[in-house]
């Protein structure tokens, strides 16, 4: 199927409803006000060597762009059927995909970019040479291709990555997908590009990232508990067009609770955002099920149809009827740059959440912390707690407190200014 970078909708579906209350309790929470529909991002405990990045098709090339522009936050980089930098800065998007083949000459071009933004615009490119690297096209994928694919390889390689450093995989029979291991519902088959573009190909596309920019992992967790994916506001980093008002969050429990972790950043691709195939990306890709076990946070940024025809690089006028991630310069000739809109919306969500300090989560100024024990129902009202589709979250570590209501009683300990754990004081 022929796609442009622009890919169509179905509908907003993921949460589960919430539990019914006894009609008291349901009177007090109307009386509250509504249930918060996303939290603020939280700032934990994140080993700063250990933050990648990997996105599928436009999501591709965004993590080509975010490990260019930023290569010295991120150590590591996954690219899955996307494109070398800076190609539809230079080149119609077409030539960057349809498996169109990339000349010496353009990947020239777009090597003179990084030559004269580095250290400048973008990060000092010298950090792209110590940066892990993992590729995957199959060979049935039209939409993007092994071409262009070839050249991201080539691109790397130019830029000081080494051998031992790079993974470059195609699979046969696989088409424009990330390829799981499992079967989950709503997938489409192997070998078509269709949506959700997320398929059981027999290879664990998630697994095989992390294992490169991580190294050997622990057994993955199938069941991940449901209360550790997290909505967050993406307002307080951007209000682009082309980003929703939230994205998603797994936060293992042992990183909610203050243990240091790592950082992944999953990017979709067109027509793979939450508006589009509710929480598919999100829960069956594969990412969250490795992050469980291996103390592992994994955002999941998400995008939103933007139908206002823009001026782009060099494509012309274009709107992004599909929920693409800029890789073609919808919001500013600088978009693959440190100052493109989307590129540091991003950088600011990274910056975000490891921002916690390394040991404790909170401040370690504060002073000696403050124990409540109450309702769930008091927590959220009195500001410790918020409350998300009928459960309760602790306000600073989203720990899951359990149901919302006036039964459930949570201790929650107060360690820093408006972050809370569950536990006791001494």
Same mark, same amino acid.
């Given at each position: 199927? +022929?796609?442009?970078?622009?890919?169509?909708?179905?509908?907003?579906?993921?949460?589960?409803?919430?539990?019914?209350?006894?009609?008291?309790?349901? #009177?007090?929470?109307?009386?509250?006000?509504?249930?918060?529909?996303?939290?603020? $991002?939280?700032?934990?405990?994140?080993? +700063?060597?250990?933050?990648?990045?990997?996105?599928?098709?436009?999501? %591709?090339?965004?993590?080509?762009?975010?490990?260019?522009?930023?290569?010295?936050?991120?150590? /590591?980089?996954?690219?899955?059927?996307?494109?070398?930098?800076?190609?539809?800065?230079?080149?119609?998007?077409?030539?960057?995909?349809?498996?169109?083949?990339?000349?010496?000459?353009?990947?020239?071009?777009?090597?003179?970019?990084?030559?004269?933004?580095?250290?400048?615009?973008?990060?000092? +490119?010298?950090?792209?040479?110590?940066?892990?690297?993992? $590729?995957?096209?199959?060979?049935?994928?039209?939409?993007?291709?092994?071409?262009?694919?070839?050249?991201?390889?080539?691109?790397? #390689?130019?830029? =000081?990555?080494?051998?031992?450093? !790079?993974?470059?995989?195609? &699979?046969?029979?696989?088409?424009?997908?990330?390829?799981?291991?499992?079967?989950?519902?709503?997938?489409?088959?192997?070998?078509?590009?269709?949506?959700?573009?997320?398929?059981?190909? =027999?290879?664990?596309?998630?697994?095989?990232?992390?294992?490169?920019?991580? /190294?050997?992992?622990?057994?993955?967790?199938?069941?991940?508990?449901?209360?550790?994916?997290?909505?967050?506001?993406?307002?307080?980093?951007?209000?682009?067009?082309?980003?929703?008002?939230?994205?998603?969050?797994?936060?293992?429990?042992?990183?909610?609770? =203050?243990?240091?972790?790592? !950082?992944?950043?999953? #990017?979709?691709?067109?027509?793979?955002?939450?508006?589009?195939?509710?929480?598919?990306?999100?829960?069956?890709?594969?990412?969250?099920?490795?992050?469980?076990?291996?103390?592992?946070?994994?955002?999941?940024?998400?995008? &939103?149809?933007?139908?206002?025809? &823009?001026?782009?690089?060099?494509? /012309?006028?274009?709107?992004?009827?599909? %929920?693409?991630?800029?890789?073609?310069?919808?919001?500013?000739?600088?978009?693959?740059?440190?100052?493109?809109?989307?590129?540091?919306?991003?950088?600011?969500?990274?910056?975000?959440?490891?921002?916690?300090?390394?040991?404790?989560?909170?401040?370690? =100024?504060?002073?000696?912390?403050?124990?409540?024990?109450?309702?769930?129902?008091?927590?959220?009202?009195?500001?410790?707690?918020?409350?998300?589709?009928?459960?309760?979250?602790?306000?600073?570590?989203?720990?899951?407190?359990?149901?919302?209501?006036?039964?459930?009683?949570?201790?929650?300990?107060?360690?820093?200014?408006?972050?809370?754990?569950? %536990?006791?004081?001494?």
């Amino acid at each position: 199927m +022929k796609s442009s970078p622009v890919r169509g909708s179905t509908i907003r579906a993921l949460a589960p409803a919430a539990p019914a209350f006894a009609l008291a309790v349901t #009177l007090a929470l109307a009386a509250a006000g509504a249930a918060q529909a996303a939290a603020p $991002l939280p700032a934990l405990n994140i080993d +700063k060597t250990k933050i990648t990045v990997s996105g599928l098709s436009s999501g %591709g090339f965004m993590a080509n762009q975010l490990g260019y522009a930023h290569s010295s936050t991120f150590k /590591g980089v996954g690219v899955f059927a996307g494109g070398p930098y800076m190609c539809a800065g230079h080149s119609n998007y077409t030539a960057c995909m349809y498996n169109a083949t990339i000349p010496a000459s353009a990947l020239s071009t777009m090597q003179a970019d990084l030559n004269n933004w580095s250290g400048t615009a973008i990060d000092a +490119k010298s950090n792209v040479a110590a940066q892990k690297v993992y $590729l995957f096209v199959g060979t049935s994928d039209a939409t993007v291709g092994p071409n262009p694919m070839n050249a991201v390889q080539t691109q790397y #390689l130019d830029n =000081g990555v080494t051998a031992a450093n !790079l993974s470059y995989v195609q &699979r046969s029979g696989t088409a424009h997908v990330l390829p799981t291991d499992f079967d989950a519902s709503g997938n489409t088959s192997c070998g078509t590009s269709a949506s959700p573009y997320i398929a059981n190909c =027999g290879y664990d596309g998630a697994k095989a990232v992390l294992t490169q920019l991580y /190294g050997p992992l622990n057994a993955r967790n199938d069941s991940p508990a449901a209360a550790n994916y997290v909505e967050f506001d993406q307002t307080a980093f951007s209000t682009n067009p082309g980003l929703a008002t939230s994205g998603w969050a797994y936060i293992p429990a042992n990183c909610a609770a =203050g243990q240091s972790c790592k !950082l992944h950043v999953a #990017l979709h691709g067109c027509q793979q955002n939450y508006a589009t195939i509710g929480d598919k990306f999100v829960r069956n890709t594969g990412f969250s099920r490795w992050a469980d076990t291996n103390s592992i946070v994994v955002l999941f940024p998400q995008t &939103r149809v933007d139908n206002t025809a &823009r001026s782009t690089a060099a494509s /012309g006028l274009l709107p992004n009827p599909n %929920g693409c991630w800029d890789w073609v310069g919808w919001y500013g000739s600088n978009f693959a740059q440190k100052a493109g809109t989307q590129v540091a919306a991003l950088k600011a969500m990274v910056d975000q959440v490891s921002g916690g300090d390394p040991g404790d989560p909170g401040d370690p =100024g504060t002073p000696a912390p403050v124990c409540f024990t109450s309702s769930n129902y008091t927590h959220t009202v009195s500001g410790r707690a918020y409350a998300l589709y009928g459960l309760t979250y602790a306000n600073g570590s989203n720990q899951a407190m359990g149901l919302w209501n006036i039964y459930a009683t949570t201790t929650l300990k107060r360690t820093a200014p408006n972050y809370y754990v569950i %536990g006791t004081c001494p």
